[in-house]
Every structure is written in structure tokens, then in C-alpha cells.
């Protein structure tokens, strides 16, 4: 397999000798090659991601993806990035799926938060929305884990403080938000 013309930034491929199935390894290195083009070209920056994340409680628990990464074990709520064209709740409603097999009712808007890591060149919005299964959830197992994800787990909503759960400044407004039923800031700021 050889690059066509690289001198000339083209993205052609050729595959002599090689079986068809060499496609696909050839498409993807094509694929790789123009994306870092790009970047480089715009020194580097990536574009703002959006995500929809479900703040979905049952029994006085509150759903959670636990991760592990190096040492340290932390969660954060279920859901994930938005694709171009899809609406937040399409977004939360295929993750659910996706992700833990549950249908879910999306309610309203309960907090908005930015990731920010110049370190990582991570920009993320993160649009936290209540919300409820449409059946009781029986069982928890995910079809396609995160990467660092070891596992699934009910927080209880009691003890939500000594959870290392992200986004860590929710965790503050939570008691207030359940259990007074009161107004709190929808914007959690940038937390780390």
C-alpha cells in the first residue's frame, strides 16, 4: 500500500497486490492523515462539544456510570456527546439506549456546565435534564461502555456527598433541589 501524490497533500490511496479488505485500512489512515491536516491548519484547536447528560433518580438513588482512571474511581451521569444534526433530547434518548438499554422520559433543563481542560484541549457544554424510565429499571448492564467504564451503580441520593460524581459542584444543590424543591442556579460554571 502506497500513498499517491503525498508531496501534494492528496489523500489517495493505492493498494497493489493487496486484498480488497485492505480498503478499509487504507480509507482510515486517508481519514486520520486529512484530520490532523486540518487541525494543524487551525493551530491545533478543536470546536466546543456538546453533551446530554440524565439526571434520572428511582427509589431515592440516583443513576451513575462509575469510571476508573489510573488510581482514582469517580462517576458521572449517564450520557454522552451530541452528533451533528441531533437534538439534545435525541441525543440523551439514543445514549440511554445505547448505553444502559433504558427508555426514558426527558423533563426539564436542571443544569448547564463547562468542562474546560486546556491541558486536554477540551471544551465541553454539558446540558443536565430530569428525567424518569419509562418502566422501573430492573437491571442495569451496559451494551457499548465507555473505554475506562467498570461499571454501573444507584447512588444513593442521602449520601451523595461523599461521591466523587461529576459534575462535583451539582452534588451541592442536589439536597436543596429534592428535597426543599426550590429554585437553584441552572448554571454550574466551569468545573474541572
Known sequence: MEIIKNDLHCNAVRISGQEISRLTTAAEFAIA??????????????????TGRAFLIQDSNLLAVRYKDKDKVY???PGGGQEKFESLHSNLQREYQEELGIDIQIGELLFVREWIDKEQNIHQIEFIFKCSPLVKVLKLES????????????LPLMDIMSYHIYPLEMREHLHTLIQRNTKVPIYLGEGK
Open 33 to 50: 492523515k486529512q484530520t490532523a491536516r486540518f487541525l494543524k491548519r487551525i493551530g491545533g484547536k478543536r470546536l466546543i462539544r456538546t
Open 75 to 77: 462517576y458521572a451521569l
Open 143 to 154: 451494551e457499548i461502555p465507555d473505554g475506562n467504564q467498570i461499571g454501573i451503580e444507584w
